[in-house]
Structure formats: structure tokens, C-alpha cells
């Protein structure tokens, strides 16, 4: 854990921020995968 004040408030923000960002991954990844899917089944 850091030490310096600056140092900790750094780390609680980039902590939310790879938070946030993985929650963003997972829904590109979802949208994605739901495309695909959509776009390969012939239209009935």
C-alpha cells in the first residue's frame, strides 16, 4: 500500500477505473459475441 497521500488517492482511482473499465470490456465483448451470433443465423 502507498504511503505517500497523493500515492493512495492515485491508487483508489486507478482501482475504479479498472473496475469501470472491465465492466466496458464485458459488454463490448457481449454486444460482440450477439452480433456475430446474429449475423451468421440466415434471415428467415
Do not use: F
Not at 473499465?21 to 459488454?27: H, I, P, R, V
Amino acid at each position: 500500500m502507498a504511503n505517500i497521500k497523493s500515492a493512495v488517492k492515485r491508487a483508489k482511482t486507478s482501482e475504479k477505473s479498472r473496475q469501470r473499465n472491465m465492466q466496458t470490456k464485458g459488454e463490448v465483448k457481449t454486444l460482440r459475441k450477439n452480433l456475430l451470433v446474429a449475423v451468421a443465423e440466415p434471415a428467415a
